[in-house]
């Protein structure tokens, strides 16, 4: 495909320069230009107002999908035990079908995991198709997909969401595939279009750097994959589900991957995702000795210590403490951070957080763009403070 | 043991700045480079190699400058390369894109493995090893951490999880997504990377008729997803700064905790 611009008809107003993932778009004599660099990805053709933006690709009638109904999550489950972004799925999934006026489902598959069905629906799940069979039992890729092609084929859903966990990275793109449908990854944040009533999804690339948002316009269903911690899980006690049975036929014969062995590494798996409060700490803490005080108050808190690249680089935290985009994302109600300056791969972990508070002693550290409440000061002097009037507080 | 290594040239992500005014990228002087995890993939495929005999190529599919990718991947000790590089592959969505991999793998036609990255840098969606598995209908293991026996029909790798990893047997041909853990990369020799830029290297270009693709089916227009809107990330939170000594900051502090019931 080739793109060019139709220079009568640019104005110069640099929407698609913005547009532009790739910076290949520049302004010449007032007029938008387009560098070696593009890689004609057509963002920019969406964002032109003036339609000065023109390709050669054939204009695309998009189907009819109307009876495309119904938005699905893939319920994680590893030995028996739910990831809990699916219960975050849930949550959206539901909001999504009241926009759409539509029933959440939830697939489960496995092998004794039928008790599952049940926190699925006191989380939003209207109906649940339960797929058991020995074949399920751990997670195999061509298995589980094999199984889902055929509940997607018969019941034709509209949207579809999976978490984006290294189990639903491994899936979504398969299912995908098979069924011949485009995928959106690592999604964290998603909303109907009140016009098209498409899914609009929007994700990080680029490291963090750039947003996208993207639509699934020709192929259904809308299919997503999300990144855990980002959106919210919500009780329903009083929601009503049904429990569906779907028999399949799978043969061990036929299955080109055996699990031969589950290793669980010693260490204590911390599920920060789950963590009301959390104290968070960079460079500026200084030594491992620092992140003593600082765990000390997140324990006072009933919280959890965690903290940046830098911090796990030095040792002073296990990396599964990490927060930020190689790390984890988080959404507690409140976010401690402790000389970390702010930089975007971290921010992309905890800018979900209800409250932040952030402490550091340059004014001009960017962590205070993103906090709700600011303190310049060293961290060493201000933390055992806050332990101080917080235990005082509590004796009152 | 034939092996195929899927490589793709992305912009060096680690070194993008945004303009602090405008909060839009600077790419000006941003390198490409091989995509980080390829470089695993890369080292594990000459490995295999130099153990087990048979060939390694590289496969690409980018836009014409991303040969330099595929010289490197020569100069690691990868026996030949071929670009995938036609206008009609631009903008493509992973859809196209494994679409496009897997019908050049197809012409490429012999291979026991294929390796991959987990994820490239830049599009960050750990999607096409996966698509280009099923295209093909052979099994994928994904974050591959240790390949620990290898062998005519079938392969041992341990797959990375959030908390251990799985040992996993896997019959061959499989494609397997590779992660940083599985080995250091070698550094290109001099020599060999001088000669595969010469005009005699065993590299070759193929472009949408050479695979046998109709520019309906590739890029763009091939695909199934599109980016309707880019923009850079919005952190800004509306910041209160609190202000006297530590004492009065704390105090301050504590009492709006209390206030939004957060203690
Ligand atoms: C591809 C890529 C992925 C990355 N992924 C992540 C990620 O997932 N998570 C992550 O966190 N980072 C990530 N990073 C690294 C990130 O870019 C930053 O380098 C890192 O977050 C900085 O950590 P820091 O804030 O601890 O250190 P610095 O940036 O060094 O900041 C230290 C701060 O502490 C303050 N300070 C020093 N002493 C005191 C004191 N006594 N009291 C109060 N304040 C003090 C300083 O003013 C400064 O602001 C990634 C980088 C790349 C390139
Ligand atoms: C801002 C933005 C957002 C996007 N979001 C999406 C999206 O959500 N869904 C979607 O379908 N597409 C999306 N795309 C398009 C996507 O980036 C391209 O399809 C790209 O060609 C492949 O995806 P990736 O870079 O994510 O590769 P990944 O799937 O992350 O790459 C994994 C591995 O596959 C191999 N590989 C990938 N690309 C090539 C190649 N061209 N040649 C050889 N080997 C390769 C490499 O070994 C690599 O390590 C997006 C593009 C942009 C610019």
Known sequence: MTIWIEIDLCNGCKLCMKACPYGAVELENGKAHILERCTSCGACVEACKQKAIQTDAQPRSIPDFSDRKGVWVFAEQRHGKLNRVTLELLGKARELADTLNQDVSALLLGHGVSDLGETLISYGAQKIYLVEHPTLKDYRTTAYTQVIQGLVNQFKPNVFLVGATHLGRDLAPRVSRRVGVGLTADCTELEIDPDESILLQTRPAFGGNVMATIANRYSRPQMATVRPGVMEAEERLDNKGDILKHEISLFEEDMDTRVLEVVKEKRRRVDLSEAKVIVAGGRGVGDAGGFKVLEDLAAAMGGEVAGTRVAVEEGWIPSDRQIGQTGQSVRPELYIACGISGAIQHRAGMMNARYVIAINKDPRAPIFQVADWGMVGDLHEVIPEMMAQFKAGRNE | ?263
């Open chain 2, 1 to 263: 043991m034939d092996i195929i290594v899927l490589v793709k040239q992305v912009p060096d992500t680690t070194e993008v700045k945004l303009d602090p005014k405008t909060g839009n990228l600077i790419r000006e002087g941003v390198e490409s480079i091989i995509n980080p995890d390829d470089l695993h993939a890369l080292e594990a495929a000459v490995d295999l190699q130099e153990t087990h005999g048979g060939k390694v190529t590289a496969l690409s599919m980018g836009p014409p400058q991303a040969i330099d990718a595929i010289s490197e991947a020569l100069g690691m000790g990868v026996h030949e390369g071929i670009l995938l590089t036609d206008k009609a592959f631009g903008g493509a969505d992973t859809w196209a894109t494994s679409f496009t991999l897997g019908k050049a793998i197809e012409k490429i036609e012999e291979y026991d493995l294929i390796l991959c990255g987990r994820q490239a840098i830049d599009g960050d969606t750990a999607q096409i090893g996966p698509q280009v598995a099923d295209y093909l209908n052979i099994p994928q293991v994904s974050y591959v951490c240790e390949i620990e026996t290898i062998e005519e029909d079938a392969l041992v790798a341990k797959t990375r999880l959030e908390d251990g990893f799985e040992r996993i047997h896997c019959g061959l041909p499989a494609l397997l997504t590779v992660i940083g853990e599985l080995n250091t990369p070698r550094y290109p020799l001099m020599g060999r990377a001088l000669d595969a830029c010469k005009e005699k290297a065993p590299i070759k270009v193929w472009n949408a008729a050479d695979i046998g693709v109709q520019t309906s089916q590739v890029g763009l227009e091939g695909s199934l997803t599109h980016v309707i809107k880019t923009f850079a990330p919005k952190f800004k939170r509306e910041t209160e700064m609190l202000e006297g000594d530590t004492r009065e900051m704390v105090g301050d502090l504590m009492g709006r905790l209390k206030e939004n019931r957060l203690i």
